[in-house]
Each structure stands twice: as structure tokens, then as C-alpha cells.
């Protein structure tokens, strides 16, 4: 593991710096993608800024839910700028809710505006897990495997790349060129890059080591997963019989990917 990025006197914490690379690339990708579906950029800058303070805020929250006792032994940890503080579900459902109101407020199409942040999910997806790969979090179980590999003193499945592989499997879906000689209907490119994060998230948590559960042994990120798989493979197909065309981008700028 390879936590601190240590350039002379200068200690980066290196799962923050992968986190905020991942989303400077996964909106470069998104912007030229969103040309296509005539998505301006301002907009998209402005509502992922809207949506990464949301998910900060929410991501941090929902840690100290999780691990209340550890917060109330040291009040001041809630201002950390330790990103391994924040809790990845509750972060994207509340920075889901603070996109949604910023389309709301501005009269953007919240399908269409999804759609062009298809691309920036998936590679956020990736990176966290080359963030979690860095810092030794999101462990899998131990494991004999040839391809296990040693972690917190024991041999274990490799989780976090798993992940990364499932992440750049979403991004292939995803990726702008692949609508080349056509558009589905809005809405429809993001259910599918959440139907496949969905059903991978509920795949490779069996392998995790640090999976959250209920008192009943059913862990909650598969819980999690079922839902967000269910609810997407329903809005796919609702969308793909009776979803609205998407325009043709006519914005003019960088040429698409």
C-alpha cells in the first residue's frame, strides 16, 4: 500500500490526490461526451461542483453516523480533510439529491444531464478504488488464491482490483464513441452505467473483508446494490419503451471522444 505520496518535505495524501484526479478526467470525458446530447459545459461544471460538495457533506455525515463513537471521543475528527473519513453510499445519495435540486432550480433536464455524467460516474468508480488500493481500505477476505495478495497480515482476494476492473467495465459502456450512430432515449446511458455498478457492487462485496452487516448477517452495500440494480433495470426499460429522444449535440468546441 502506497498511502502517503512523499515529494521532499512535502507528505500528499495520495488516495485524495487519485480521488480528485479521477474527477478532473472523468469531467474532461463527460464535457466532450455531453456535446453529443448539446449539454452546455457550465452546466455540467456547475452541477458536478454542486454534487461534489454535496457528496463531501453527506459522505462525511454518514461516517460519523456509522462511527459515532469514535467522533464523540474526538469532536474535532468531523473537520479531517482525511477523505478516508467518508463513507461512499451515504456521499452519493446525497450528492444524487443535490444534483437533482440544481437541475430543479435551473430548468435542466435531470435524465439528459445524467446521461452526460455517465462517464465521470464510472471513472469516480474506478478511481475510488485505485484510492482504496492505495491506502490498504475496502480489503477483501483472506484468501489461499494465486492472485491473493498480502494486507493487514494475512493473505486476502485482491477486492479493491476487482473493483477496479468493474469500474473501467462500466466506463467501456459508457464511453462517448459507443453512441457514435445513435442515441437512446434520455436517461437511458446512465441507468445502464448504474445497473452495471449496481450488479458488480453486489458481486464483489462477497469478497470484501470489511463489508458492513445487520445483526441478521445480510450486509447492507448489498442490500444497497439490489436496490439501485432493481430500480435501474426498471427506469432502462421504462425509458428505452417510453423515454424522450435525445437532440443532437449541436454545441460547438473540443471534438468528442
Known amino acids: 500500500m502506497f498511502p502517503i505520496l512523499?515529494?521532499?518535505?512535502?507528505?500528499?495524501?495520495?488516495?485524495?490526490?487519485?480521488?480528485?484526479?479521477?474527477?478532473?478526467?472523468?469531467?474532461?470525458?463527460?464535457?466532450?461526451?455531453?456535446?453529443?446530447?448539446?449539454?452546455?459545459?457550465?452546466?455540467?461544471?456547475?452541477?458536478?461542483?454542486?454534487?461534489?460538495?454535496?457528496?463531501?457533506?453527506?459522505?462525511?455525515?454518514?461516517?460519523?453516523?456509522?462511527?459515532?463513537e469514535g467522533f464523540m471521543a474526538s469532536p474535532a475528527s468531523v473537520f479531517s480533510l482525511n477523505p478516508g473519513l467518508l463513507y461512499p453510499a451515504g456521499g452519493l445519495a446525497v450528492a444524487f439529491f443535490?444534483?437533482?435540486?440544481?437541475?430543479?432550480?435551473?430548468?435542466?433536464?435531470?435524465?439528459?444531464?445524467l446521461d452526460g455524467l455517465a462517464p465521470l460516474f464510472a471513472v469516480f468508480l474506478t478511481a475510488l478504488a485505485v484510492a482504496n488500493l492505495a491506502s490498504g481500505d475496502g480489503f477483501g477476505q483472506a484468501s489461499d488464491l494465486p492472485w491473493a495478495m498480502e494486507l493487514w497480515g494475512a493473505r486476502r482476494h485482491p477486492?479493491?482490483?476487482?473493483?477496479?476492473?468493474?469500474?473501467?467495465?462500466?466506463?467501456?459502456?459508457?464511453?462517448?464513441?459507443?453512441?457514435?450512430?445513435?442515441?437512446?432515449?434520455?436517461?437511458?446511458?446512465?441507468a445502464q452505467a448504474a445497473a452495471l455498478a449496481g450488479l458488480s457492487r453486489l458481486i464483489l462485496e462477497a469478497f470484501r473483508g470489511d463489508s458492513a452487516t445487520l445483526p441478521n448477517g445480510w450486509?447492507?452495500?448489498?442490500?444497497?446494490?439490489?436496490?439501485?440494480?432493481?430500480?435501474?433495470?426498471?427506469?432502462?426499460?421504462?425509458l428505452q419503451k417510453n423515454g424522450t429522444p435525445v437532440n443532437p449535440g449541436k454545441i460547438e468546441g473540443k471534438r468528442s471522444l
Not at 10 to 22: N, V
Not at 98 to 113: G, V, Y
Not at 219 to 238: D, E, K, T
Open 6 to 68: 512523499q515529494i521532499g518535505s512535502l507528505a500528499i495524501p495520495l488516495p485524495g490526490l487519485i480521488l480528485l484526479l479521477g474527477l478532473w478526467v472523468g469531467l474532461e470525458i463527460s464535457e466532450r461526451g455531453a456535446r453529443r446530447i448539446n449539454v452546455r459545459p457550465d452546466d455540467l461544471y456547475n452541477l458536478v461542483f454542486t454534487a461534489f460538495l454535496g457528496g463531501i457533506v453527506g459522505g462525511r455525515v454518514a461516517y460519523i453516523v456509522r462511527f459515532a
Open 98 to 113: 443535490a444534483a437533482f435540486i440544481f437541475t430543479q432550480r435551473k430548468k435542466l433536464s435531470w435524465l439528459t444531464m
Open 159 to 190: 477486492s479493491q482490483v476487482y473493483e477496479i476492473a468493474a469500474g473501467l467495465i462500466v466506463l467501456a459502456v459508457v464511453w462517448p464513441r459507443v453512441y457514435s450512430f445513435g442515441q437512446p432515449p434520455a436517461g437511458v446511458r446512465f
Open 219 to 238: 450486509r447492507i452495500a448489498q442490500i444497497a446494490a439490489w436496490l439501485v440494480l432493481g430500480a435501474s433495470l426498471w427506469g432502462w426499460r421504462a
